[in-house]
């Protein structure tokens, strides 16, 4: 794992403990809102990724093609050993942005499926444009728990073009996961009720290569972790969860070829 440049090194992140008189005041914190707050998206390094640039503001040293990279720390970790993570909610969104060769920019991002009936397809790239010329992109969206040193993480991991195989892959295996309750019989199981491991592959097709996500399962969530991916689960569910919508599209796909978005 790789630290950003310009990010101090933390120090120790044990819990002190504090006399009374210094809590009785607060955190310092009640005004803040959720909208304050950034949840990190995690993304997939390509070669063209800035981070990797060394020019570029945002270079990560040491990170390379193929590692998971978290927006808020900018962290990179190593995409052959992954990440642990706890699943906690899932959503599918429709999102609006400028084409890259029009300069590219977010611009809206909570359309429903119904957008799509407004939209033309190109029947070569398969994507989908609206009469104003912008390009709607079918994303799917995991709340999670990052159980990657320190304490459990929250932030978001999204699956475009291509990588939408993996999460319809993902959706099946938690729709398949069991558990037992406490009658003795086998139910089927919440989302958070197992860790799994998020890695990355290389994936081609006729036009080129890139990375990828892949996803497996591991272990049983510890019970802790569980509560805390429960309540995740019920914030994203009621809409308490502000995702922050990065205005430019992450920096997946080689504009060379279509499907590594």
């Not at 300069?103 to 809206?108: P, R, T």
């Not at 999670?144 to 929250?154: H, N, T």
Request: aromatic content about 8%.
């Amino acid at each position: 794992m790789t630290d950003k440049k310009d990010i101090a090194e933390t120090s120790n992140t044990a819990i002190s403990t504090f006399d009374d008189t210094l809590l009785s005041g607060g955190t310092g914190l009640e005004e803040t809102t959720t909208e304050d707050f950034a949840i990190p998206f995690i993304r997939v390094l390509q070669p063209m990724s800035p981070q990797l640039q060394k020019q570029h503001g945002s270079y990560v040293q040491g990170a390379s093609a193929g590692d998971l990279y978290n927006t808020v720390t900018g962290e990179a970790h190593d995409g052959e050993k992954g990440i642990l993570i706890v699943p906690c909610a899932y959503n599918k969104k429709y999102i609006e942005w400028i084409p890259r060769e029009k300069g590219g920019g977010l611009v809206n991002a909570n359309h429903d499926i119904s957008i799509l009936s407004k939209c033309t397809k190109d029947p070569e790239t398969r994507r989908s444009y609206t009469p104003d010329g912008n390009e709607i992109v079918e994303t799917a969206q995991f709340f999670v728990l990052v159980l990657e040193g320190g304490s459990p993480q929250q932030a978001v991991v999204t699956f475009t073009s291509t990588q939408l195989g993996v999460a319809r892959k993902w959706l099946t295996m938690l729709r398949m996961a069991r558990v037992e309750n406490s009658k003795g019989d086998s139910v089927e199981a919440p989302m958070f009720a197992y860790t799994y491991r998020l890695t990355t592959t290389t994936q081609s097709n006729d036009k080129g290569s890139w990375n990828g996500y892949s996803v497996n399962q591991e272990g049983a969530t510890e019970m802790p972790i569980a509560m805390m991916a429960k309540d995740f689960m019920s914030a994203a569910r009621a809409g308490d969860v502000q995702v922050k919508e990065e205005h430019q599209r992450d920096d997946v796909k080689d504009t060379t070829f279509d499907d590594a978005i």
